[in-house]
Nanobody, 129 residues
C-alpha cells in the first residue's frame, strides 16, 4: 500500500506556470501524472521511472499534448514527485492526479490508467484565457 497526496494546483492565466507536487508515503520508483477535464476521459500525461528497470520504457514519457511544456521529476530523498507545467493553456484545465503501483510486463502502457493501482485525490488546475 502507498498513500499519495497531490498539491500545488490553482488558477493561472494562459501562458503561466504551476508546479504540482505528489507526496508519497514511501519510496516509489514508477509514477505517472494523469488529468481529467469535465466530460472527458482521464488522460495519462507524464510517466517517470527511476528504478532499475527504467531502461525498458525510458526514464520519462510524455503525452503529445504536454510534450515540451511539462516536466516530471522525482525527489527520492523526500518521496515527492513534481510536475512542472509551463506555457499553460486553457485546455490544460483539469483535475490532476498522480498514480503508482504497477507491474511491468511486455504489455505495459506507461500512460494507461488501468496499469496503476494507487491514486491520489487530485488537485485542480484552472487556466484562464
Amino acid at each position: 500500500q502507498v498513500q499519495l497526496q497531490e498539491s500545488g494546483g490553482g488558477s493561472v492565466q494562459s501562458g503561466g506556470s504551476l508546479r504540482l507536487s505528489c507526496a508519497s508515503s514511501r519510496y516509489i520508483s514508477i509514477v505517472a501524472w494523469f488529468r481529467q477535464a469535465p466530460g472527458k476521459e482521464r488522460e495519462g500525461i507524464a510517466y517517470s521511472n527511476t528504478g532499475i528497470d527504467r531502461h525498458r520504457f525510458g526514464r520519462a514519457i510524455y503525452a503529445d499534448s504536454v510534450k515540451g511544456r511539462f516536466t516530471i521529476s522525482q525527489d527520492n530523498a523526500t518521496n515527492t514527485v513534481y510536475l512542472q507545467m509551463n506555457t499553460l493553456k486553457p485546455e490544460d484545465t483539469a483535475m490532476y492526479y498522480c498514480a503508482t503501483g504497477v507491474a511491468i510486463d511486455e504489455h505495459f502502457n506507461p500512460l494507461g490508467q488501468s496499469e496503476y493501482r494507487f491514486w491520489g485525490q487530485g488537485t485542480q488546475v484552472t487556466v484562464s484565457s
